[in-house]
């Protein structure tokens, strides 16, 4: 089997994800997509099995494959553990500050990138560079274990975010970040606890379960744009 097509097809679909053109529930036939991208099933299924693995999609037994559609609970349980862990984080960062200052500059510039992207309205790149941002704050804990469990996680509430926000192009969330960096930066561990439990509340506040907005545009249509 070609990888190359299969990674292709597997971007193809992602993107289509996370920009809500596949939205939650809906169906991704094996069959329909091979039409609609004139290929065989075969590079199809490894791609769905991929998005399966990275939570974009649910594969059920006899039924078929589905874009994901995250619980409440589910999402609410996830959430529960970022804050958790993202609090120790902080706390740790705090205490390692000194011994990291080069990082700041690479978080900053983290920071300049989001701003761009909701400039933008890229979905993928305002998710990718709030990913990175709370990767780099979660390295200057120096746990590999805790920065391991955060990937996960925030991989994880990003793809809520994907589906659930209905305010992802508000600007606020930069500004956040660079507070929750000037408290580590001064070793403020109150003031980045703080920080940081107001901005993950913050998030979890704008998502919106009642109004998913499901696609009316057939698969066809939809992946035609990313050929």
Known sequence: MDSNLENKIYIMLKSAIINRELTPGMKLSEETLAHALSVSRTPIRSALRRLSYDMYVKILPRRGAFVNEPTPQEVEDVFEMRLLLE?????????????????????????????????LKSIGGVLENVYDIHIEIAKLSKNEILIKQLRELISLTNIYLTFYSESLYDPISPKEHLDILEAIKVSDEETARKRMKEHINGIISRLNFEKIERSSANIESVLSKYK
């Open 87 to 119: 609090d120790y984080a902080v706390t740790k960062a705090c205490r390692n500050h000194a011994k990291f200052k080069p990082v700041f500059e690479k978080i900053e510039d983290l920071i300049q990138k989001e701003k761009k992207a909701y400039e």
